[in-house]
């Protein structure tokens, strides 16, 4: 049901409306619809319109109007969130603020190894500026085709080179954020080093738009990788990744850029449903690692250092069969295998994800354990545990069981298995959300499972950056 408007709200959003003109503002049901579903059909919101700001100035003028008439207002990156978390309440009382047209490469330094990018720019976009100038910006998600970076600093995300490079937060320098009243912290600093006082950065990165709304980010760059060996590993499974991780760091001097591991049944989705994906490897195998290995120099040795370690790992068991990319279109196929992933999730039927972590040694126990856990409750649900292990970080995935007759019960069983992988989960101190975050999904989690007094000091910082609670209301934080 649509919340009937108080006068002080009509006139504020009578005023953003004029301020941002028609190109600003959109209005059309069948243009606003795709702003108010989640990626995941989750949740669907309502607007009164979608409020486009093109100008750091603009969305501080929209929230000084918004915080004086006490207008809710939910920032809106690529709409990729797992969570619902840029998704708003289906009251029709919140503003959807989509940080679209603040997309311009503001700087880029070479040699300063940096750049500065709006908010709305999306994550293919920001690497490609890095390219331009012979730098790397290492951030690479299956969604890089349409997440923006304002999105990806506010859910703090992981993706697929974290092992070697971190998560989003250790890639940012400084920040340009606009807080709940309108008023402007200049923080685009691209300073290595600056110990003046509270670290005000952290605050927003992962915080959801629930804090402050990010228009602008310095971010780090590093040396474009000039010799790069992709490689498709076999392995008889968790155990075995895992030792084979710490093998090849330590052969390769720590230049291993991403490990992810796939067990036998993501390989079986995505070659089923992807087209142009097929099986690297001829026969079927429990369990596969897709491993780059890169350097920043031109280093014909790297290749036979991979080999070697791989070849040593076969004779104690860890490896069963290995190939590489010998091109650019073999290297390109292995990483559409992988981050197809998802979409062919999603044409086996329903799915119920858990997005995991555990240190990662822990992750062989921890997987043999919640494995267990989830088949004594739902024995027919097909588990499909992948994802980025060299950061401990499980894509825990059921998909509805063969056939799809059981859906709904299956879905019903939805709380009690997450019940059982969390409850595994903290049994390894490990966090019920990796990188996806919490939205809206989550909430009731993070109240069972994050420390209490964390929690408290949590709302006592929101308390403080948005006394009037305007910003993203209903997310991350439980009521
Ligand atoms: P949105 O979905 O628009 O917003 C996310 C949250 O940030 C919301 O709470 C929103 O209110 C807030 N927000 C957005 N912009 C701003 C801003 N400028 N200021 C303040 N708050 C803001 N995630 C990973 O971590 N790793 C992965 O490997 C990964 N793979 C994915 C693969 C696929 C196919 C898909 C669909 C998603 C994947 N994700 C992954 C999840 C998602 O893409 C990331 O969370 C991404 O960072 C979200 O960016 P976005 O621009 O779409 O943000
Ligand atoms: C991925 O790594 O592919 C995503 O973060 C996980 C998912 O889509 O479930
Ligand atoms: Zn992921």
């Not at 989509?98 to 976009?125: P, W």
């Not at 997005?355 to 822990?362: F, G, H, L, R, T």
């Amino acid at each position: 049901m649509q919340a009937v408007a108080p006068a002080s709200h009509v006139d504020a959003l009578q005023r953003i409306r004029t301020l941002l003109g028609q190109a600003g503002c959109i209005d059309a049901p069948e243009l606003t619809a795709r702003f108010l579903t989640d990626f995941r059909s989750l949740y669907r919101g309502a607007t009164p319109f979608v409020a486009c700001p093109a100008t750091t100035a603009e969305v501080a003028q929209v929230l000084a109007l918004c915080s004086a008439a006490r207008i809710a207002v939910v920032p809106q990156g690529g709409n990729t969130s797992y969570c619902g978390g840029a998704t708003p309440s289906a009251r029709g009382d919140q503003l959807v603020l989509s940080l679209h047209r603040l997309n311009r490469i503001r700087e880029v330094d070479a040699a300063n190894f940096s750049l500065i990018a709006e908010a709305g720019c999306v994550l293919l976009n920001v690497q490609a500026a890095a390219r331009s100038v012979d730098r790397l910006f290492p951030l690479s998600l299956g969604s890089e085709g349409s997440c923006q970076i304002g999105g990806n600093l506010s859910t703090n995300a992981g993706g697929l080179a974290a092992v070697r490079y971190g998560v989003t937060r250790d890639l940012v320098l400084g920040l340009e954020v606009v807080l709940a009243d309108g008023r402007v912290i200049d923080g685009l600093s691209s300073l290595r080093k600056d110990n003046t006082g509270y670290d005000l950065r952290d605050l927003f990165i992962g915080a959801e738009g629930t804090l402050g709304i990010i228009t602008a980010a310095s971010l780090k760059l590093f040396p474009q990788p000039r010799t790069i060996e992709t490689a498709f590993i076999a392995v008889p499974g968790m155990q075995a990744a895992i030792d084979l991780l710490a093998r090849l760091r330590e052969a390769t001097g720590d230049c291993v850029t991403t490990f992810e591991y796939l067990p036998r049944i993501a390989v079986e989705f995505t070659v089923c449903h992807i087209p142009g994906v097929s099986d690297p490897l001829g026969a079927p195998h429990p369990a596969y690692v897709l491993c780059e290995v890169s350097t920043a120099r031109h280093d014909p040795h790297l290749r036979g250092l991979l080999e070697d370690a791989l070849a040593a790992a076969m004779d104690h068991g860890a490896v069963i069969e290995a190939t590489f990319a010998e091109s650019l279109a073999q290297r390109e196929a292995l990483w559409r295998l992988r981050e197809s992933v998802p979409e062919a999730q999603r044409h086996e039927g329903a799915s119920i994800k858990h997005d995991v972590s555990v240190p990662v040694a822990a992750l062989p126990a921890f997987l043999h354990k919640a494995s267990t856990a989830v088949a004594q409750v739902a024995p027919c649900a097909r588990l499909v545990a992948y994802g980025h292990v060299g950061d401990g970080n499980l894509h825990f995935n059921l998909s509805e069981p063969a056939g799809g007759g059981d859906r709904t019960a299956f879905l019903a069983l939805q709380e009690d298995l997450g019940h059982a992988v969390h409850a595994c989960v903290q049994e390894f101190r490990g966090s019920i959300s990796a990188e996806h975050g919490i939205g809206q999904l989550k909430r009731e989690l993070l109240a069972r499972h994050k420390d209490p007094v964390a929690l408290a000091a949590m709302r006592s910082i929101k308390q403080a950056l948005d006394p009037r609670g305007i910003l993203n209301p209903g997310k991350v934080l439980p009521d």
